[in-house]
């Protein structure tokens, strides 16, 4: 019983057998030609023809890596440091405003009397 995958398969496994018979002619070459001193050149030439038959058998093993994903960062805190500052400000002005309209620090004359302000702004002797 034959399928269209392991079609595929046996295929895919002849070439890759034809493939590494066909590399390992060519290296076989190129250590003949290193036994009989042969030209570097025609070495080089079975050398590579050897290295392109094996990358013809195995692609995935000769393409470049695929990029990976950058990693994902964490989203940066929001930052309320003037937020913060602004709060602070507008407490303290708040507070000094109270003082002033409401407390102890408003309105002089409700609770000095003339006296008091000349005895206090009077130069010591």
Same mark, same amino acid.
């Given at each position: ?48 023809? #050897? ?9 995935? @093993?000769?393409?470049?890596? !695929?990029?990976? $994903?950058? +990693? &994902? ?29 409401? #407390? ?9 009397? @003339?006296?008091?302000?000349? !005895?206090?702004? $009077?130069? +010591? &002797?």
């Amino acid at each position: 019983m034959t399928t269209p995958e392991f079609n595929e398969r046996q295929k895919r496994y002849r070439h890759i057998a034809k493939s590494l018979e066909s590399a390992s002619q060519e290296y076989e070459s190129a250590a003949l030609g290193l036994e009989q001193g042969i030209s570097e050149e025609h070495i080089h030439r079975h050398v590579k023809n #050897g290295n392109a038959a094996l990358e013809s058998a195995f692609p995935e @093993l000769f393409a470049p890596p !695929k990029p990976s $994903a950058p +990693p &994902k960062l964490a989203p940066a805190p929001r930052d309320y440091t003037n937020l913060k500052v602004l709060l602070i400000a507008l407490l303290v002005l708040g507070l000094l405003y109270a003082f002033v309209a409401f #407390g102890p620090t408003g309105d002089l004359t409700k609770t000095w009397m @003339l006296q008091d302000l000349q !005895k206090n702004v $009077a130069y +010591p &002797k």
